[in-house]
């Protein structure tokens, strides 16, 4: 086993994954930097939540490596990969899954009680992140009294608010209308970048693609090279436009 490049907080090496013998992921090997802003794109049933699963840990890993931080995950066992995940790691899934029993910041002070903060501290860290996406006024409320859009925003919230070492964010925005779409990126974006933050994005929207550093294409659970064109000029553009016309 050769440990990874010193500036990876994350490498995976040759990944294959198969869900219940349908392939998933062939060979994907890719390197994630210390607090860059990595989009995962392809189309729909490329393998992007099963790279974004077996690199968070949630998902074993059936064939090649998963490092963190010159960590291997691949050999870790359930408890282990699971305390990593509590620890260092948030998850955003494209449709929330808040606890119904808990009111709002409840919800998005959950992560950091359970790494150990105390409540005053956890519900005032919280509140804050909860303001910040525009959703302090529901921090009394249950889920249920929220709309779809609203509760993704406590779910982004709640991975934000323990600063987590790497976010994987699986099409996060999905279930926003495209005014907040933007916003709530801009956001979660910047949120990541002032605090150190990781993230791994997985989206099949290129504007969502284009807020991110970097972006690595899947297809067939494979990675795919994308040429990416210098900017031109706006007559130029036109030209070209009507040419392919
Ligand atoms: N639990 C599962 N059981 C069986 N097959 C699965 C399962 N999860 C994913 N797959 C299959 O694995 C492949 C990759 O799926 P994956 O969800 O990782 O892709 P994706 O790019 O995230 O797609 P989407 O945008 O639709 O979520 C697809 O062919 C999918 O049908």
Redesign the pocket.
Known sequence: MVAPPDNDVLWARTLHFT??G???LNGVSLGVRVGEILAVT??????????LQCLAGLLPTQRGEVWFNSTPVHTMGPLTRERLRRDRFGWID?APLLVPELNVWENAALPLMLRGTGRRRAKATALEWLERLDIGDCARKRPYALVQAERQRVAIARALAPAPTVLFA??PTAPLHSADRAHVLRTLTTAARSHGITVVL?T?DADTAALADRTVA?RD?RRVHTVHLPPVAETEGRAACSLSV
């Open positions: 869900h219940n349908s392939p998933a392809g189309p729909r049933g490329s393998g992007k939540t099963t790279l494209p699986d099409e997985a099949d899947l659970g």
